[in-house]
């Protein structure tokens, strides 16, 4: 028997059928494939991606640092392992100062660089990437208040738009993170969210308010997908019936550009700062903050593995800087005038 909610909307994980595969039907976004797979222009780069392939279990990844020596056979037209060091060091010049790359492409850059001419090629004498450097700007993301998170919502007036965007707010969920659950990560019973394979391959389970779950019981009583909580609704008449049928028989979730093409229309009309749907995420963990939740707890939450990730949002506070501003009042009290 297929776990669906109950006919009343309440989920259950009752029944389960352990043959079933809540992941099945999960992806969201860009799908990426094995390099190993490509056709490579260069036996070198078939041998990287082989490297590759054992070192990493993510094919986003292997995509990524792959790209990165594709894009330094591009630049040169020339297969890469042919490159000395001294041309190695005119391209990361060419990309910080002339395409201005990003701190953290450039690390990347340099990263799947090493990988590829010290660990593959083993020049390990080259000492290009020790010289390197590439430092993050001090920038802050950007936060909503709360008033603006509820004029943004009320904005959303499509119901399969706002639910999902509430929940990302309310339990600080990335974007593929929400668009991807699945009926099975629904736990009604205890109040809670389970998040699976997120960011670094991490499970983690968040608390569900009782508001929210109502809500999505009632939103999946209107689609009734045997799997999906945030099916993909496609193209068609925008008849109710025909919306649910499409949702119902529906073979992926809602593509994350549906919600992020909303958010950028809806702040433009509400002369909001630059935000997107991510900063809904921000926002919640800066909100909690200022409501006295433990920075720990926040971290868990947002399934962060280090605590300095975290830790940016003390900088975002309103409520912190107003108790330090009041500590700082006393400590001045007793100072002789």
Known sequence: MKTTPHASGRFSNRNRNRNSNPTAVRTVGREYVNPVDYRHPYKS???FADLLALRYD???????????????HE??????????????RDYFLHVKLRKHW?????????????????????HADWKVFGQIRAKDHDTLP???????????LLHVRLRRYRTPLKLIYACGLRLSECLGLTIHDVRGSENKLLIR?????QDRVVPLPTCLLEELRRYWLFHRHPLLLFPNVGRGDRDPKSVAARMHAATGPMPPSSLQRLVIVARKQLNLPDASVHSLRHSFATHLLEAGAHLHTIQRLLGHKQITSTMVYLHLTHQTTQDTLALMDQLCRGLPR
């Open 102 to 122: 990003l701190p953290k492409t450039i690390r990347q850059a340099r990263a799947a660089a090493r990988m590829f001419f010290v660990d593959l090629l083993e």
């Open 142 to 152: 950007a936060v909503l208040t709360r008033d603006q998170v509820r004029d943004l």
């Open 45 to 47: 780069m078939g041998r």
């Open 197 to 201: 394979q997120s960011k670094g391959h």
């Open 75 to 88: 630049h040169f037209a020339s297969d890469p392992a042919s490159l000395s060091e001294a041309r190695l």
């Open 58 to 72: 993510a094919n986003r990844t292997r995509h990524a640092y792959y790209r990165q020596v594709r894009l330094i």
